[in-house]
């Protein structure tokens, strides 16, 4: 297999990995209508706020190309584009890349109802029709060179953040450095830095994206510039994403990495950020108020408390279709509150005799099925605990008073 890949679209033709099948089993399922992109978000069955987005907008393209034209005028045709996007928009809550990705795709199509020329209804519809499927596609191609400019804006955040070592470095441990001239200084001799670690949440791949992804997209670029020591996941309780998705694609990828549980990273940062040299956390983001406070997977704000008390970075990738300018703090934000059996029960392969059976997979209780729960899936991380907001646009600059300011790198949105 080439490179990971949650979606795999050809005009017509839209197919999506099934994700509660992983690690064990890569099975797509085709996807064809608005009812199966909805059932396909809300299972889970892919995930992740930019992928969420795309398989809805395709969804919606690959009714639109299968419509035949002349039954109905450009008028209903809107009408019809506003109703399904309408539906897809009560899939998942939190994420606002979905939200977004509809306002785009019904201006779109609004656009090229008005500026349509036929006076002919058929090639009226036909234009519209086409400028639906060619902007879904657009949110598709864009988010891959979202994701790698995330990546290499975040690897050099990072980068900035450490001082050369001029101290002489043990041969045992020269393959924990690397030597590169300090930035902005080209053509001064070079100087060694230590390698840093990561840990990150949850997923935010090529799984959660249409590739690259966009918190595990700045450790792919670490490591793809050799500035990457080590990175550390958390299994992301309880949907375990961390251990059923990013261990996956850590390992896929050849990235030194090691999973922990979420209750283990306050300990990893206690024993393990000087030898190490842990520097951050990274995670990403399924909303960025106008404030800079972030919803992301549940989990996510005790990390960035835990990061802040240990002196690790806390950073947000966050293409520019996760922020919600129009929320103007995390308290705004509306949580998806998902269902008992996530934290009562769990799915996987069958063991035996320490081998896994990819073949045979079962469901299995692990807490008293009469235990009430309480599942928000998201929480929200306030803009104080955050060291930087990395987009496709470069680092969220900060205002005098030292607060995020979008206005930068989204005048468009402000
Ligand atoms: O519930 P999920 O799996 O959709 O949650 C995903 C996350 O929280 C991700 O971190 C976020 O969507 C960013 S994906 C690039």
Redesign the pocket.
């Known amino acids: 297999m080439a490179g990971l890949e949650a979606i795999k679209y050809e005009r017509g033709k839209l197919e999506v990995l099934d994700q509660l099948r992983l690690p064990h089993e890569f099975v797509y399922d085709k996807v064809s209508t608005c009812e199966e992109a909805f059932d396909c978000i809300k299972a889970?069955r892919v995930?992740?706020?930019?992928?969420?987005a795309i398989v809805a907008a395709l969804a919606l393209a690959v009714e639109l190309f299968d419509k035949k034209d002349g039954a109905y005028s450009k008028e209903e045709l809107i009408r019809f584009i506003d109703s399904r996007l309408d539906y897809l928009q009560g899939s998942?809550p939190t994420?606002v890349d979905l939200s977004n990705a509809i306002k785009l795709l019904k201006g779109k199509s609004r656009g090229a109802a008005s500026v349509s020329t036929s006076s002919e209804p058929i090639a009226a519809c036909t234009e519209v029709r086409q400028a639906y499927i060619e902007a879904a596609e657009k949110i598709l191609d864009d988010d891959l060179s979202t994701n790698l400019a995330i990546g290499r804006y975040g690897a050099e955040y990072l980068r900035r953040q450490h001082s050369p070592v001029d101290a002489p470095i043990d041969e045992a441990d020269q393959l924990r450095y690397y030597t590169t001239s300090p930035p902005g200084t080209q053509g001064l001799p070079p100087r060694t830095y230590r390698k840093l670690s990561v840990l990150t949440?949850?997923?935010?791949?090529s799984l959660?994206?249409s590739g690259h992804?966009?918190?595990l997209g700045i450790i792919r670029s670490l490591h793809k510039m050799n500035y990457l020591d080590h990175a550390f996941c958390t299994e992301t309780r309880p949907?375990n994403?961390g251990s059923r998705l990013t261990a996956f694609e850590l390992v896929y990828e050849k990235i030194p990495a090691t999973l922990i549980t979420d209750s283990m990273a306050g300990a990893l940062f206690a024993r393990k950020k000087a030898e190490m040299n842990i520097s951050a956390v990274i995670?990403?983001?399924?909303r960025v108020a106008r404030n800079g406070d972030t919803a992301?997977?549940i989990g996510?704000y005790s990390l960035a408390v835990l990061a802040k008390a240990h002196g690790v970075k806390f950073v947000v990738?966050?293409p520019t279709t996760?922020v919600d300018l129009e929320t103007v703090s995390g308290a705004h934000i509306k949580i998806e509150n998902r269902a008992k059996h996530e934290l009562t029960q769990i799915s996987g392969a069958i063991v035996e005799n320490g081998k896994v059976d990819t073949g045979r997979t079962a469901r299995v209780a692990i807490a008293d099925q009469r235990i009430d729960v309480w599942n928000p899936?998201?929480d929200v991380t306030p803009a104080e605990y955050i060291d930087a907001i990395i987009t496709e646009k470069g680092e969220v600059v900060r205002d005098s008073k030292g607060r995020f300011n979008f206005q930068a790198i989204m005048p468009e949105r402000w």
């Not at 995670?283 to 399924?286: E, K, L, R, T, Y």
């Open positions: 889970m995930r992740g706020a930019p992928a969420i998942r994420a949440h949850c997923n935010t791949g959660a994206t992804g966009t918190a949907y994403q995670v990403g983001a399924d992301n997977k996510t990738a966050a996760s899936s998201f």
